[in-house]
């Protein structure tokens, strides 16, 4: 029998949907892209997504911005950060956490990762005094126990922000992904759950600090046109004090966002459904981790991950090049040199070197792959029968 080879790509995103495309069509025709470029009476689709955004993550303000990063970095300047400052974070995460830390001027601190991908609570308790900042990042999805680590930052007085670019629409105990810390950033960039290309999105309770972010985006002193904002009264000082460093949404890419926004729980259900597909499927196989999923835990599986523990770096390799040969692409973290869309904190040379032999361990036996909304059930089916195949015919050192 010859080997079953799986034949769709990793990165193809469904199409938009057609009620996006209707919509984005309307703007181009009106032409109005700036946020506020409106005529009387209209609000323009970037405040109206905020509106939509803030009732979604039940936030009672929300910002849309240019981009994931840019919206982890706002948060940041939000809260003052001060240059030279500290700021804690998981030492795995994606480069964009780390970089919009390292464009305000901050200094990462990295915290180790557990076996099942999250920040390790306890080297977190151990660092947190060194910081006022908690940048938390929800890699891949997987959220660490919120409840413990709101009781730390709470103890050490830490400020959270949460990087949600991979929990948008997820949830810890009920209480949605971004809304434990003080701010909640998302992306919006086409591999995220909502495909605007680029774009970000910021929501908060804090009216000092969703004031200053409105300011810094960008909104001139056009703040009053903004519909998920705190009262104009809280603008009247900061205007004077506040940096321009524009970086908003346009209409355009609000315009597709609404309808996906809508759409989302459903794409969520179906997201979920290909996860469980997989994770049925690889399990039972002595040599393969499955990560964790904690009861608390209300996921998005866009992406799915497992570890292979005891397998050297020349295996793993072989393995993930025996998937590849079969149109199966896996991600490893355990590469030395960034590659695509990977890489681990020793690539970032510009934060300070930190001893985190946890998280060298775990991203040694790291594999990753993609689950676009593109596959059916029988594609996870036939992904899952290849992996399989391929693990068992590695040799057991
Ligand atoms: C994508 C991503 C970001 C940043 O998003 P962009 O919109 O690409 O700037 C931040 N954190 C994580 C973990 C990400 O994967």
């Not at 303000?61 to 919206?71: D, K, M, P």
């Not at 400052?85 to 964009?96: D, G, H, I, M, S």
């Not at 990462?108 to 609570?121: F, Q, S």
Request: charged residues 25%; glycine residues 8%; hydrophobic residues 45%.
């Amino acid at each position: 029998m010859s080997d079953e080879i799986f034949r769709k790509p990793f990165t193809q995103q469904e199409p938009l949907p057609e009620a996006a495309i209707a919509r984005a069509v309307e703007v181009m025709r009106h032409g109005r892209l700036h946020r506020y470029n409106t005529l009387p009476g209209e609000h323009g689709e970037v405040a109206d997504l905020e509106v939509e955004f803030a009732d979604f993550t039940g936030a009672r303000f929300a910002l849309a911005v240019a981009s994931g990063g840019y919206a982890l970095a706002c948060a940041l300047r939000a809260i003052e950060l001060k240059h030279g400052e500290k700021v804690l974070t998981n030492a795995f995460t994606l480069a964009p956490v780390p970089g919009a830390i390292a464009s305000v001027g901050g200094v990462p601190v990295l915290v180790e990762v557990t076996e099942d991908l999250v920040i390790d609570l306890d080297d977190l308790e151990a660092k947190a005094d060194q910081a006022r900042v908690l940048m938390l990042s929800h890699m891949r999805g997987h959220i660490c126990d919120m409840d413990r680590l709101m009781a730390i930052a709470g103890r050490h007085g830490l400020t959270v922000i949460e990087d949600c670019a991979h929990t948008m629409g997820a949830a810890w105990k009920g209480t949605p992904s971004g809304r434990h810390g003080l701010i909640g950033c998302y992306s919006t960039q086409t591999y995220k759950h909502m495909n605007s290309g680029e774009g970000g999105l910021i929501v908060s309770d804090d009216p000092m600090v969703m004031a200053r972010a409105i300011l810094l985006s960008g909104s001139y002193m056009l703040y009053p046109r903004h519909r998920a904002a705190p009262a104009n009264g809280y603008f009247e000082h900061l205007k004077y004090d506040t940096p321009n460093v524009s970086g908003r949404m346009d209409n355009l890419r609000a315009a597709i966002l609404r309808p996906q926004l809508a759409d989302l729980p459903a794409q969520i259900a179906r997201w979920n459904a290909l996860y469980r597909r997989m994770e049925a499927g690889l399990a039972d196989l002595e040599r393969l981790q499955l990560v964790a999923r904690p009861e608390g835990e209300s996921f998005v599986g866009s992406s799915f991950q497992f570890r292979l523990p005891g397998f050297s770096a020349a295996m793993v390799v072989d393995f993930i090049t025996r998937c590849l040969a079969r149109g199966v692409e896996l991600k490893w973290f355990g590469a030395r040199e960034p590659m695509g869309f990977t890489s681990r904190h020793e690539s970032w040379r510009y934060v300070p070197e930190a001893d985190l032999p946890r998280a060298g361990a775990v991203l040694d036996t790291l594999v990753d792959m993609r689950l676009p909304l593109s596959f059916d059930p029988e594609d996870i089916s036939l992904i899952s029968r290849i992996i399989r195949a391929e693990l068992l015919k590695t040799p057991v050192i």
